[in-house]
């Protein structure tokens, strides 16, 4: 089993900056791929960053440029750098650790990121 506690987010105006957290606990050597996604009102979720074998990146089009993921301190803690906000950006944002992609993994509780225009 792996947990995952989620910080970060918030109320930001755009153009603003928020910085997101996922610190995981329990069986996580065997992890492999750790993400973000997204879920607005009414809409589906979708991912946003995901890192894959520690170092290979992939965001979606309508982030790339603005959001970072990274995880400096391997499978520990995978974070978000959110610049350039825009309100379209808000949703409740979750994190994701799974063991490959195809497979359903673990989830954050969530964590509201608001973007005023």
């Known amino acids: 089993q792996v947990q995952l506690v989620q910080s970060g987010g918030g109320l930001v105006q755009a153009g603003g900056s928020l910085r997101l957290s996922c610190a995981a606990s329990?069986?996580?050597?065997?992890?492999?791929?750790m993400g973000w996604y997204r879920q607005a009102p009414g809409k589906q979720r979708e991912l946003v960053a995901a890192?894959?074998?520690?170092?290979?990146?992939n965001y979606a089009d309508s982030v790339k440029g603005r959001f970072t993921i990274s995880s400096p301190n391997g499978k520990n803690t995978v974070y978000l750098q959110m610049n350039s906000l825009k309100p379209e950006d808000t949703a409740v944002y979750y994190c994701?650790?799974?063991?490959?992609?195809?497979?359903?993994?673990?989830w954050g509780q969530g964590t509201q990121v608001t973007v005023s225009s």
């Open positions: 994701n650790y799974r063991i490959t992609w195809g497979t359903s993994g673990y």
């Open positions: 329990g069986s996580i050597f065997n992890i492999d791929v």
């Open positions: 890192i894959t074998s520690g170092t290979r990146t």
